[in-house]
């Protein structure tokens, strides 16, 4: 099938490490943006447009003296939590489109395991209002759990699923944090974090970061490298809106069906999927929203090894950030990287999905139910 692509990615990279103590984070923003860019087969004068969400100093200003990079004719440093970096791959494919640059780098990093902490960390003006009430992270996503369990019936083993699937994968990645396959009553009886929510249905966290490369038609046939072409992009912020809130809908209910659009594209199409899972439910509920199944079916969706490498709809072949790496909380850039891996051919043979075409990514920033950003990518293999 021949589409109309402007952008391809072309470059893709992630930090080997998930624990980096002897290193700043500019230090490994660079590793990984180096790396990147050597996979493409480009260097750092090759780079005119530059793309980072939460970085240290001056924003984009330290980072690209910091890198080298002397030449850009265009600059994006968009805030969307986990779904920053999808974001910046609708926007660098955008920018390439409109002719504002030819090679965009998106770069990201963080070391908040090694106690270097994340690179931002600025309260916003609903903290005063909410913090004294408990709304932490795992309680703003088990509001929207309880919530899907009391309108649908889904239940803890259900979620378990989603924990399972990406532990079985994880086990083939030598570079994941957690590497031990788990089984549905070990989810459900590990310790309880915010009720329903309990350790094992919850994120990890890591150093690392990674990284990115967009290129233009142009520039994607000079170069050697197989690349991914960016066929569809949609974003969203969904809030709280002074109370009026469905706690069970997130934000792939509206950059979804932007993205399919603008691809031509529905859920039939998609061979993979990368789902920020920040937790079991983030993935649950994206699978709703994106119309995989109905509203309401996603526990009865997931069960039977349907996200399996092997199964229906694979998913997070990496161990996702349930199991593998969750650099600076934003799960949106790894998510991609695994992506662009299924569509060159290149993940782990154990979980390489057979004739990959087209794969969805999906990011989600903030707390998934009331206060969010979410962006979608459709990505294909050159063959799509």
Do not use: W
Not at 25 to 47: C, H, I, K, N, T
């Amino acid at each position: 099938m021949t589409r109309q692509v402007s952008a391809r990615i072309a470059g893709a990279f992630e930090h080997p490490l998930r624990r980096i103590p002897d290193r700043t984070v500019p230090q490994v923003l660079a590793e990984v943006a180096y790396g990147a860019l050597a996979d493409a087969g480009l260097g750092v004068a090759d780079v005119d447009g530059f793309f980072c969400s939460e970085v240290p100093g001056l924003g984009s200003i330290a980072m690209a003296d910091h890198l080298g990079l002397t030449d850009l004719s265009y600059v994006d440093v968009t805030e969307g939590g986990g779904a920053s970096y999808p974001m910046h791959v609708g926007h660098a494919a955008a920018a390439v489109a409109a002719g504002k640059c030819r090679v965009a780098l998106i770069a990201m990093a963080g070391l908040p395991l090694s106690g270097g902490g994340t690179t931002g960390g600025a309260r916003g003006p609903e903290h005063p209002y909410e913090a004294g009430y408990g709304v932490t992270v795992p309680a703003g996503y088990a509001l929207a759990a309880r919530r899907h369990m009391h309108e649908y019936g889904t239940t803890s083993e259900q979620l378990a699923e989603i924990k399972v699937a990406a532990a079985h994968h994880a086990q083939y990645n030598p570079n994941a944090l957690l590497r031990k396959p788990v089984t549905i009553e070990d989810v459900v009886n590990s310790p309880l974090i915010s009720d329903p929510l309990r350790r094992l249905d919850c994120c990890v966290t890591t150093d690392g970061g990674g990284a990115l490369v967009i290129v233009s038609e142009e520039v994607a046939r000079t170069l050697p490298r197989r690349t991914v072409k960016i066929l569809g992009h949609g974003e969203t912020v969904k809030h709280s809106a002074n109370g009026r809130i469905d706690l069970t809908r997130t934000g792939a209910a509206v950059s979804g069906p932007r993205a399919f659009a603008e691809a031509g594209l529905t859920p039939r199409d998609v061979d993979y999927v990368s789902i920020y899972d920040s937790f079991t439910i983030t993935v649950l509920m994206s699978l709703e929203d994106l119309g995989f199944c109905e509203k309401g079916k996603g526990g009865g969706f997931v069960t039977g090894g349907t996200l399996r490498a092997d199964g229906r709809l694979p998913f997070n072949t990496d161990g996702g950030g349930l199991c593998n790496n969750h650099p600076d909380s934003r799960g949106g850039m790894i998510r991609t990287i695994e992506a662009v891996r299924q569509l060159r051919g290149e993940a782990a043979p154990q979980v390489q999905v057979p004739d990959c075409r087209i794969a969805l990514v999906q990011g989600h920033g903030g707390s998934l139910g009331f206060r969010t950003a979410a962006a979608t990518l459709l990505l294909g293999s050159e063959e799509a």
